[in-house]
């Protein structure tokens, strides 16, 4: 099995995106106060979702990441009609 690198940093930010494999799109990641900024809410509101297994989270070491596409699902699981 071949080994690569998971994850690297974007643009010096501490955003991460994933390699691309096959020329497919590059997932991104977010930080917690990332995502408390988008959507307007506090960083300690995020770590509630989080500790409710609501938002899904890569744990990379110590680092605490949201996938692009988790905060999607999350979003779509918590809209109000």
Known sequence: MKSR???HS???D???EAPSTSGA???KFF???DIAE???VSTRTV???IAARDLVVHRLGSAVRIAEADL???LALHRED
Do not use: A
């Open 5 to 7: 690198k998971l994850l």
């Open 10 to 12: 974007v643009s010096g």
């Open 14 to 16: 501490d955003r991460l």
């Open 25 to 27: 799109k590059m997932q």
């Open 31 to 33: 930080t917690i106060t």
């Open 38 to 40: 988008m959507l307007g």
């Open 47 to 49: 770590h509630r979702w």
């Open 72 to 74: 999607k699902v999350f």
